[in-house]
């Protein structure tokens, strides 16, 4: 049994957790290709946020 959560964050929190739960395994199949496409997709997004935080850094 779950447990009711009455603050608005808490209840933010539970719907991301269910939301992630969710989708947490793929529905559909993906080709190698496309998987490769996402993963550099994925690390250029994580290159461009560690850009931002040096340049924030360094502008401190």
Do not use: C, D, Q
């Not at 539970?14 to 994925?42: D, F, H, M, V």
Request: hydrophobic share 50%.
């Amino acid at each position: 049994m779950r447990w009711k959560v009455t603050n608005p964050l808490g209840r933010a929190i539970a719907k991301i957790r269910e939301i992630n739960r969710r989708y947490s395994k793929p529905r559909i199949k993906l080709s190698r290709g496309t998987r490769i496409a996402l993963l550099s997709l994925r690390l250029y997004l994580l290159f461009l946020i560690a850009l931002l935080l040096y340049r924030l850094i360094t502008f401190l």
